[in-house]
């Protein structure tokens, strides 16, 4: 049973820097895809950026290019995303997500697990 459990999340100001972890846990497969989604309040779940265990491909939204990354520990059993220069429309429940093959990209509905999500707040 594939175990997804995000951390990190908080309150930062404007500008600020936070690093989410996704601790992921009963893989059956080698090659899998994680992504982080995020959810703000009143709006669709969009994806953020997304990670291939086979290659390391990554895939990022526009709106966060050049201020997010995505990135996997040497065992691939905690994915981060390093949240730099953040905005108030930053401000989301940031999920991560596994599917079980690659090239899906940040299509949220082939991902079939979901992490229980948690609180990014950018505000001054």
């Known amino acids: 049973q594939v175990q997804l459990v995000e951390s990190g999340g908080g309150l930062v100001e404007p500008g600020g820097s936070l690093t989410l972890s996704c601790a992921a846990s009963?893989?059956?497969?080698?090659?899998?895809?994680i992504g982080w989604f995020r959810q703000a309040p009143g709006k669709e779940r969009e994806g953020v950026s997304a990670?291939?265990?086979?290659?390391?491909?990554?895939y990022y939204a526009d709106s966060v290019k050049g201020r997010f990354t995505i990135s996997s520990d040497n065992a691939k059993t905690t994915i981060y995303l390093q949240m730099n220069n953040l905005k108030p429309e930053d401000t989301a429940v940031y999920f991560c997500?596994?599917?079980?093959?690659?090239?899906?990209?940040?299509?949220?509905?082939?991902?079939?697990?979901w992490g229980q999500g948690i609180q990014v707040t950018v505000s001054s």
């Open positions: 009963g893989f059956s497969t080698d090659t899998y895809s």
């Open positions: 990670i291939y265990s086979s290659d390391g491909t990554t």
């Open positions: 997500a596994y599917a079980d093959s690659t090239g899906y990209g940040m299509l949220g509905a082939f991902y079939e697990y």
